[in-house]
């Protein structure tokens, strides 16, 4: 279905006057990034290296704002833990079955000789999340060791694929009325260099309860529930909770939108995480309704490298390009298990 047959759309233009690059999260250097893609059963799973083929200093940062969620590791990422680096970062379908797509992205690094150096061994750290995509495709197949392990071998600093690729293969949007009057969505992937020549960058899997919206434009819905299964027109989800129908999604929390924003400004922990939650606002502005109860929302920050720039600076620029990741996301998306997609 093409993106023509939905009149509301545009794109979302910055306000600011950044120069933006055309390879996505890879713009950062040192970060790799891999997808491995089952077509047929509608899953798959995405992995972010961070350090290259090195072990390099990525810092690592996470803000959970959704209800939902299925993750792991998340500990590393809080600034008293012992680790003070990550080596990668997994977004993988599957539910909380796909989180055993970690095992294989550690299995890969090891054998790489990256990890934290645990004296008989370098132990990786590879913070993970997921999102249900079981109601598409094959409910019995989910990422795994294997997915994980090709994921991570695919990995490269090229530009990202975006659309039904990766833990995006599964992805959909605007659920409130179930699978039949949803929309597909994806990976989505931007960056952008900040007035400083700092870059920030991010991808994103959008698989969200609510609509994907264009601040550009008032906030006209590009992507989200319709009025029908044959229909063209959109719903409104969030006015539709406000009648009082948002009480009947409780029961289907599988709606999660994990997004990853790194920079190569050099900054701490405490300021990494501070990072994943102003990068969040991007979200927030493009998704209605979003951090839902029935949402597993996870933005995930990295830095990686030596540049000079203020936090809020960084902040700023990282929410307007993980906004502009997620447009990207639906926009990418092609038509799959039924689910029509802007892509055609």
Do not use: W
């Amino acid at each position: 279905m093409s993106e023509a047959l939905f009149p509301m759309r545009r794109s979302y233009l910055p306000m600011l006057a950044y120069k933006h690059h055309m390879k996505g999260l890879t713009d950062i250097r040192g970060i790799l990034v891999g997808h491995a893609t089952d077509s047929e059963a509608l899953t798959g799973c995405t992995v972010i290296l961070c350090g290259g083929l090195a072990a390099g200093n990525a810092v690592g940062g996470v803000d959970v704002r959704g209800s939902a969620t299925g993750s792991c590791e998340l500990d590393a990422l809080n600034p008293g833990h012992v680790a003070p680096y990550i080596h990668a970062i997994v977004l993988s379908g599957g539910s909380a079955f796909g989180l055993e797509a970690t095992c294989g992205v550690r299995n890969v690094l090891e054998k790489r000789g990256i990890g934290f150096d645990a004296g008989v061994t370098k132990v990786p750290i590879v913070p993970g999340a997921i999102l249900f995509d079981l109601a598409i495709g094959n409910a019995h197949v989910r990422p795994g060791r294997e997915m994980g392990e090709r994921a991570a071998l695919a990995a490269d600093d090229g530009p990202v694929a975006e659309g039904n690729v990766g833990a995006g293969t599964g992805a959909t949007v605007g659920k409130i009325h179930g699978m039949k009057q949803a929309m597909k969505s994806g990976i989505g992937s931007a960056s952008l260099t900040l007035g400083s020549g700092v870059v920030v960058a991010a991808l994103v899997a959008v698989n969200a309860l609510g609509d994907v919206i264009d601040p550009a434009r008032s906030g006209a819905i590009v992507a989200g529930a319709r009025k029908s299964p044959q229909s063209h027109e959109f719903v409104n989800t969030a006015a539709e909770m406000r009648h009082g129908l948002g009480s009947q999604t409780a029961p289907f929390r599988r709606n999660t939108t994990l997004a990853v924003v790194a920079t190569n400004a050099m900054l701490d922990r405490v300021q990494t995480n501070k990072l994943a939650a102003l990068a969040g606002l991007g979200v927030a502005r493009t998704i209605s309704p979003v951090n839902t109860m029935s949402d597993g929302d996870i933005t995930f920050a990295v830095s990686l490298g030596k540049e000079r720039a203020s936090l809020d600076e960084v902040g700023v620029g990282a929410a307007e390009v993980l906004a502009m990741a997620v447009l990207r996301a639906v926009r990418a998306a092609k038509t799959a298990g039924g689910v029509p997609g802007l892509a055609g």
